[in-house]
């Protein structure tokens, strides 16, 4: 099955400062890959996505950019905020997010330090 | 927020013992995922339903089953607890079975 690492663990940086958050996955057939965000006791935020049918993808501060031939994507956050404080999770699908559902990387902590 | 909503908020179960969590779906979604999260780490994936019928299943034992009613509300029944089904268990509602998924607020189960 797919599997997803997501680096680094923890991530601090200063506001005003960019982020960045990179995963990598195992299953070449994955198609979809969100991120979300979850804030301490809430539910997971989806904040943005790509398919790979697209190299990259922005929203305002965010955007994502998928590498398909190195299996790997990335979540790049600029001019931070103390709201972007939360962890953040990469996730894959060989399915658009169907019938195998999507898998998780692990978490990284976004710390914003004022 | 989504309009997707779970109940019971929290639940505190004995090993041993049987639970059922509730999810009511946004309004126009036909799909409904669940997902398990363990402290400190990312969901994964229990299973889908697609219009009242099981889509996909991720690698968890028979003991988790599930049921979607006409509404696309969903069940999520687990039998004979164990501890390390301790965990905050999530839905998520989709326009259909590949669209984005949007989470629910997550039932904490503690199995003592």
């Known amino acids: 099955g797919e599997n997803v690492e997501q680096h680094p663990s923890t991530l601090s940086v200063q506001e005003g400062d960019s982020a960045v958050i990179k995963c990598t996955y195992s299953?070449?057939?994955?198609?979809?890959f969100p991120w979300y965000k979850q804030e301490l006791g809430k539910r997971p935020q989806l904040i943005i996505d790509?398919?790979?049918?697209?190299g990259e993808k922005k929203d305002q501060r965010i955007a994502v950019t998928l590498n398909k031939t190195a299996k790997h994507f990335s979540l790049h956050i600029t001019e931070t905020q103390p709201e972007d404080s939360a962890v953040y999770f990469c996730?894959?699908?060989?399915?658009?997010?169907?019938?195998?559902?999507?898998?998780f990387g692990k978490g990284t902590h976004l710390i914003i330090q004022p | 927020e989504t309009g997707v909503t779970q109940s019971p908020t929290h639940l505190i179960k004995t090993r041993g013992q049987q639970v059922t969590l509730r999810c009511s779906s946004q309004?126009?979604?036909?799909?409904v995922s669940w997902y398990q999260q363990a402290l400190g780490q990312g969901p994964q994936f229990i299973f889908q339903?697609?219009?009242?019928?099981?889509?996909g299943r991720g690698n968890f034992p028979p003991r988790f089953s599930g049921l979607q009613f006409p509404n696309y509300s969903s069940e999520l029944n687990v039998n004979a607890l164990e501890l390390d089904d301790s965990a905050l268990y999530l839905c998520?509602?989709?326009?259909?079975?590949?669209?984005?998924?949007?989470f629910g607020p997550g039932t904490r189960l503690t199995v003592t």
């Open positions: 309004s126009g979604h036909n799909t």
């Open positions: 998520a509602s989709s326009l259909g079975s590949q669209d984005e998924q949007y």
């Open positions: 996730a894959a699908s060989r399915s658009g997010g169907g019938a195998d559902g999507l898998t």
């Open positions: 299953d070449s057939a994955s198609n979809y």
């Open positions: 339903y697609y219009r009242e019928e099981e889509n």
């Open positions: 790509i398919r790979s049918n697209v």
